[in-house]
């Protein structure tokens, strides 16, 4: 699929946010173009909230990064614990259980930054948790139809392109 051979980067990262601008890569100068042409980067342009620039070829050399959306952070906010303490705990009854699940859940997570989107299909809001990590070497093109990658499955890497 396209959409898994596009990653995005940000070239502005810091540690107080994720910067001003974000980057797409590809190997494939087609699909970048194809993407500068769906209907919400032309919305956002014509709103001037986005500023457009040619597809250009990325300086070789670059180190390699993995920006990625790490969902487990999600689940340590007092809100998804609810939520998935309840859905337990109907389980629990619906087999017959007489004892509830205990709550013990302790997590560390490194520098991460929330990126607000909303969903396409149920156009509910939520957060993106991404994350930073530096890698040793490149690793084959593949991520999620946000253009990051995973804590499993999805691992691609994009150059640490910096403005």
Request: proline share 4%.
């Amino acid at each position: 699929m396209t959409m898994n051979q596009i990653g995005a980067s940000f070239p502005s990262w810091g540690v107080d946010s994720v910067g001003s601008s974000i980057a797409f890569v590809s190997e494939d100068k087609e699909f970048l173009i194809g993407l500068s042409f769906q209907p919400y980067f032309s919305v956002m342009v014509q709103e001037e909230l986005f500023e457009l620039s040619d597809v250009s070829v990325i300086p070789s050399g670059l180190a390699e990064v993995r920006f990625v959306r790490n969902q487990t952070i999600g689940k340590s906010f007092i809100g998804s614990k609810k939520r998935r303490m309840k859905r337990c705990m109907v389980r629990a009854v619906l087999v017959g259980e007489e004892s509830f699940p205990v709550a013990d859940e302790e997590r560390e997570f490194g520098h991460f930054h929330r990126i607000p989107i909303a969903s396409v299909s149920s156009k509910q809001g939520f957060v993106l948790h991404v994350q930073k990590e530096r890698v040793d070497e490149r690793n084959a093109v593949n991520f999620n139809t946000y253009g990051f990658a995973t804590n499993q499955d999805r691992r691609g890497t994009v150059p640490d392109i910096e403005f």
